[in-house]
């Protein structure tokens, strides 16, 4: 079956602008999770979600960062007033439930110039 | 202290090659461990869960030792489709988050 999906796959944009990034999971997975990977560094933890809820936002890295998900498939990860040091792939993971194995989507790759 | 931790390598061994990395977490209510295989700028795919009685699939070993809070990944017959960067990552059951290492890479040469 179709894996995780994100668009835009590649997004450059210029430093004080909004974006919007999006992630369609896996049909029927009910937790989706939110990472961004800098170069050469490992993945960080951003924000998850068991369906439509986010009950930690934690890992968000400042307020400019929001994200939300509708009828408990897509996602949105929106970054406001961008700034360079946002610039970093954006991976998005599902899963069947919060405990499982996450399947990752092929990444945004963002860049604020 | 990083959550979790693992040499950053490289590892660099020729075809045929066994080959083992190490991972330590500092959390000790983790409770469950993942490899995850990363391709050079390609999404993190999973390669093996890890099970407390240690699990193995094909060439591939992993096993748990929650007594000193390290995980290791052993392959046996290294080939050249193996080089990749290696992840270790642990699930913190209260929170629902995975916490990465910054990941192992593995350079197999013919």
């Known amino acids: 079956g179709a894996g995780v999906s994100q668009s835009p796959s590649n997004k450059v944009t210029e430093k004080g602008k909004d974006v919007e990034l999006r992630c369609d999971p896996i049909?029927?997975?009910?937790?989706l999770y939110w990472y961004r990977q800098s170069l050469g560094q490992g993945l960080e933890f951003l924000i998850y979600?068991?369906?439509?809820?986010?009950?930690?936002k934690s890992g968000l890295p400042s307020d400019r960062f929001s994200a939300e998900r509708t009828g408990g498939s897509v996602s949105t990860l929106t970054i406001q007033r961008t700034q360079q040091e946002d610039s970093a792939v954006y991976l998005c993971?599902?899963?069947?439930?919060?405990?499982?194995?996450?399947?990752f989507g092929p990444g945004t790759r963002l860049t604020v110039l | 202290r990083k959550e979790v931790e693992q040499d950053p390598g490289p590892f660099n061994v020729p075809e045929g090659a066994t080959v083992a990395f190490n991972c330590t977490y500092s959390?000790?209510?983790?409770?469950?461990f993942f490899w995850y295989r990363q391709d050079c700028r390609k999404e993190p795919k999973l390669l093996m869960s890890?099970?407390?009685s240690g699990n193995e699939d094909g060439r591939f070993t992993a096993q748990l030792n929650r007594a000193s809070q390290y995980i290791s990944l052993l392959i046996r017959d290294s080939k050249l489709s193996d080089s990749a960067t290696y992840l270790c990552?642990?699930?913190?059951?209260?929170?629902?988050?995975?916490?990465f290492g910054s990941g192992t890479r593995l350079l197999v040469r013919p």
């Open positions: 959390n000790s209510a983790s409770q469950s």
């Open positions: 990552v642990v699930l913190m059951d209260s929170s629902y988050k995975l916490i």
């Open positions: 993971a599902s899963s069947p439930a919060l405990v499982y194995e996450q399947f």
């Open positions: 890890v099970y407390s």
């Open positions: 049909s029927g997975h009910t937790a």
């Open positions: 979600f068991q369906g439509n809820s986010a009950p930690d």
